[in-house]
C-alpha cells in the first residue's frame, strides 16, 4: 500500500488517513487547517486506497447507488497499515472521510493500536454496521463523529439513514464512557472533505491535551 507522510516526523501524535486518489490534492489544505487549530505537533500518514467499496468495506454488500456493491477487503487493509504503525512511543490515531470514515469506525472495534477515531460524514448507513456496534466492543477512548446538514436528506432509502445512524453512535459511545462529540456541518455529502476532516482530527489532538 502506497504511504504518503506530512508534517513533524519526531512528532509522537501520529494521524493516519486512509485516502483515495481523489482526495490527494485536499491533503496539504487539510493538513493546514489541522495546525491552524490544534498546532503542529503531529506527524500524518496517508495510506492510498485503490479500490475504495472493497478495500474499506467490513463485509460484502449489494450496490445502494449505481451498479458497484461492497467487498469484504477491510480486515486486509487494517492488517496492511498496522505492519506500518509500530514505532515506540508513538500515539496512532485513524481517521477518514466516507467510507474510509466507517472503515476507522469499524477498525476501533478491531485494534487498541488507536488511541482516538476521527469519523468525519462516515457511510454508517452501511448495511449491518449499526448491529454490528450494538454487541461488539470499541476501544479507543476517543471518537469524533461529524455529518453533513443535507446528507439524510436524499431519497436513497439506505443512504438516507446516515442521520438516524450518527445520532445513534453519538448516544452509543456516550452510554460506552468514551468522550465523543457530534458536529454538524452545513451541507451535503460532497462539501468540504478536507475541511471536515481536518475538524475531525485537530478535535482529537485537543482533547490528549486535556486528558
Known amino acids: 500500500m502506497v504511504r504518503y507522510e506530512y508534517g513533524n516526523k519526531d512528532a509522537t501524535h501520529v494521524l493516519v488517513q486512509m485516502v483515495g486518489v481523489h482526495e490527494m490534492s485536499g491533503l496539504e489544505n487539510e493538513i493546514a487547517l489541522i495546525r491552524k487549530e490544534a498546532g503542529d505537533d503531529f506527524s500524518f500518514v496517508a495510506f492510498l486506497v485503490n479500490d475504495w467499496n472493497r478495500e474499506l468495506s467490513p463485509w460484502t454488500a449489494a450496490p445502494v447507488f ?9 480486515a486486509d487493509t487494517l492488517a496492511s497499515i498496522l ?80 442521520g438516524d445512524g450518527i445520532r445513534f453512535a453519538y448516544e452509543h459511545f456516550q452510554n460506552c464512557g468514551k468522550k465523543t462529540v457530534l458536529e454538524w456541518n452545513e451541507g451535503n455529502h460532497f ?13 482529537l489532538l485537543k482533547q490528549e491535551r486535556i486528558l
Open 191 to 203: 462539501k468540504d472533505a478536507d475541511v471536515r476532516t481536518a475538524k475531525a482530527f485537530a478535535w
Open 83 to 162: 505492519t506500518e504503525l509500530k514505532e515506540n512511543g508513538k500515539k496512532y490515531y485513524l481517521g477518514g472521510y466516507s467510507l474510509a470514515g466507517l472503515f476507522a469506525l469499524w477498525s476501533g472495534y478491531q485494534t487498541d493500536v488507536f488511541s482516538g477515531i476521527a469519523a468525519a460524514s462516515p457511510s454508517i448507513w452501511f448495511p449491518g454496521f449499526i448491529d454490528y456496534m450494538r454487541k461488539e466492543n470499541f476501544r479507543p477512548e476517543l471518537v469524533y463523529l461529524s455529518l453533513g446538514d443535507r446528507e439524510e436528506k436524499t431519497k436513497n432509502a439506505v443512504m438516507s439513514k446516515v
Open 66 to 74: 449505481g451498479k458497484e456493491g461492497f467487498g469484504d477487503g477491510a
